[in-house]
């Protein structure tokens, strides 16, 4: 079983920065390739990007592309979402996620993914 939490989120100005991790326990976290998705207010989830199980490919939406960088370390049975450049559409609820082991990279629909985070609160003022 793999479980998920993320942590870092919090309030900025646009144009700043923030890093969020997301800490996996389960033997299994070093199979998966893993997404971040974020969910706004009224709005359905929303792909991020994703990184594969070693790290060696990353994919991004269009809307964060240049700005977000997803990396792992899979010794500390973590992922980063690195944020830069932050505009206030940017807010969000952020959740980590890892990829159903039958699925093919990238992935970019929550229907992919088998287990998630709690999420944490990201909020861009402008």
């Known amino acids: 079983q793999l479980d998920l939490v993320e942590s870092g989120g919090g309030l900025v100005q646009a144009g700043g920065s923030l890093g969020l991790s997301c800490l996996a326990s389960?033997?299994?976290?070093?199979?998966?390739?893993m997404a971040w998705f974020r969910q706004a207010p009224g709005k359905e989830r929303e792909f991020v990007g994703a990184?594969?199980?070693?790290?060696?490919?990353?994919h991004y939406a269009d809307s964060v592309k240049g700005r977000f960088t997803i990396s792992r370390d899979n010794a500390k049975n973590s992922i980063y979402l690195q944020m830069d450049s932050l505009k206030p559409e940017d807010t969000a609820v952020y959740y980590c996620?890892?990829?159903?082991?039958?699925?093919?990279?990238?992935?970019?629909?929550?229907?992919?993914?088998?287990?998630w985070g709690q999420g944490t609160q990201v909020t861009v003022s402008s």
């Open positions: 990184i594969t199980w070693n790290g060696y490919r990353t």
């Open positions: 996620a890892a990829v159903r082991l039958d699925r093919g990279f990238p992935s970019r629909v929550p229907e992919s993914y088998g287990t």
């Open positions: 389960g033997r299994t976290f070093k199979s998966h390739d």
